[in-house]
């Protein structure tokens, strides 16, 4: 799903690579050589470092390694020239056979397009509120022309000069949020430069435009609902309350524990069994929890009004039928499996898979389809790269 199998060295190439850019961002930004952009520091330079080619190209990325070695080694030799004048010529030519050697990549290669926010966070959290005033947002300005499924097909969609592209698309997905977000307000053009999407600034508040890249995100999930999702998804942030206890964050228990999200309707008679595995989180279509709870059954209710909607948008289907429905998450957050109402867990409903593991696990005969849903992953974390960055 992801690309290329995870490799340690490339792991912390990217994780350099990003961490690199963000430090120089900061660093500039603190310095008073970068202005801010929408609340955040703005990135001055019109390329940047593309992470996202690295994964997918391990050649250009062997060759960023080596170079990045290659500096290394001749930054190390200078410091030792510097301090040791005896050594100083042997080291100097070290350091210069060392750059000189050097696989340096092609610019155009490693290089991408970037805009001022191209490093911007968003700051919604992908909230079910969020993912709510997004849909709204989306249905009024963008639906005719991306139509209401998000695939591009809307009804203004063949009068345009080119056609929209579908938000189900991978490529799109991987991009970054501050650049989808400055293309939001900045509108797009061609090569030729020709606008091929209106610029929404002026029009749509700050909040709106992150808001729709969040139900973006959730709308891309609905596409695939029948079918593995090539992009992954997190478990979106609500306000849960688990018995008497004070509400809290859902994503308190991220890189603690599993997470559950069932659907039950007002009129459910049974509610679902706890289980230590997971954190079973019930969501009612008013956010309200059930006025009794039987023991051993699920204590924990979404509170957030929106999380019903929200959950119908990532799970596609109508808010009406989506009573049954479950979504599990790994530890990490990231959502996994989708449930049916009244069907058993089983292997077929893994939406998000990472690709083959290293070595498959022996299962013992005669485990349940939960079980072994568990496992399975548990044996294969996500590792998603957007923007080039890891997440």
Known sequence: MNGPPPQAWLNALLVLVEKCQLGLLWLWHALGLSATSHGQPAWPWARRIAGETLLIDLALARQVGFSLCALAFAALTIALA???RGSRPALLAAAALALLLAPWPRSSLLLSPASPTSFH???????VDAIVLGQRVYAQHCAACHGNDG?????LAASLPQWPPTLASPLLARRADGELFWHVLS???DRRGQPTMPAFRGRLADREAWAVIDYMKALSA????KGNWPVPLRLPEM???CGDASPAALSHWRGQQRVRLVAVDAGATSL???DPRFLTVLVTPDGRAPAQVPRFRAGCTAISAQAWQAVAVIAGVPPAKLAGTQLLADRAGWLRARGKPGSAWSDADLVCVS???AAARILPAGIDGLTALLLRMDDEPVRFVKGGFIH
């Open 355 to 357: 690709g083959p593991v």
């Open 187 to 189: 509108g797009m053009r």
């Open 82 to 84: 510097i301090a040791w």
């Open 272 to 274: 679902p069994y706890e």
């Open 222 to 225: 609905a596409n695939r609902a």
């Open 151 to 155: 695939r591009g097909e809307g009804p």
């Open 239 to 241: 306000a849960i309350r």
């Open 121 to 127: 966070v968003s700051p919604t959290g992908f909230a």
